[in-house]
């Protein structure tokens, strides 16, 4: 889920950049530190919309730079379980399909994507249903339920998302429309 957050923090402004405008300089430093950052209570932090306020400097004995107390907005995605979310197949392996949600990727394990039992052809990257012969292959859409998610924070993107498809409703989005003709 995406979401707009106000967060608050100390600006250090060294002294090289004291001749430029305080406010672009403050969202300038906050963008090299917090974009791209995968923080476990907001996930990720996919860019500094905009900085709301910006403090007097405060100068620290022994630097010489200015310390402003800042308060700015972050657009942030942060997976929810049992979330059900679109995304497309971006790669295929013998053990599932990774599915891009948007800045972050999901796993959709061979056990996940369909009740039926699922042929992995590895020479065109695609698995195939025994019975049904649906195939679902890398550039597909499709509907999943996040199941489990494991996300530690820091300053590189390092987190695991389980997806189901097993569900009424989710699956390739071809198949959901096939299952609602058929129910109908």
């Excluded at 791209?36 to 907001?42: P, S, T």
């Excluded at 052809?121 to 597909?140: C, M, P, Q, T, Y």
Aim: charged letters at 30%; aromatic letters at 6%.
């Amino acid at each position: 889920m995406y979401k707009l957050v106000t967060l608050r923090d100390t600006v250090r402004i060294p002294p090289n950049l004291f001749g430029e405008e305080k406010t672009s300089v403050v969202e300038k430093l906050l963008r090299e530190d917090y974009e791209g950052v995968l923080d476990k209570d907001l996930g990720l932090i996919i860019c500094v919309t905009g900085v709301l306020r910006v403090g007097r400097g405060l100068i620290t004995p022994g630097d010489g730079a200015t310390y402003h107390d800042t308060e700015f907005e972050v657009l942030t995605y942060k997976p929810e379980m049992q979330e059900i979310t679109m995304g497309q197949v971006v790669e295929i392996v013998d053990f599932g399909a990774f599915v891009r949600l948007g800045p972050l990727d999901g796993l959709v394990h061979v056990s996940q994507i369909t009740d039926d039992f699922i042929i992995h052809d590895k020479k065109n990257a695609r698995f195939i249903g025994k019975e049904s012969n649906r195939v679902l292959r890398e550039g597909d859409q499709v509907r999943a339920r996040i199941v489990a998610i494991s996300i530690k924070g820091g300053p590189t993107i390092s987190g695991k998302i389980a997806l189901t498809m097993r569900q009424p409703g989710l699956g390739k989005l071809e198949w959901v429309e096939e299952d609602k003709k058929e129910a109908a």
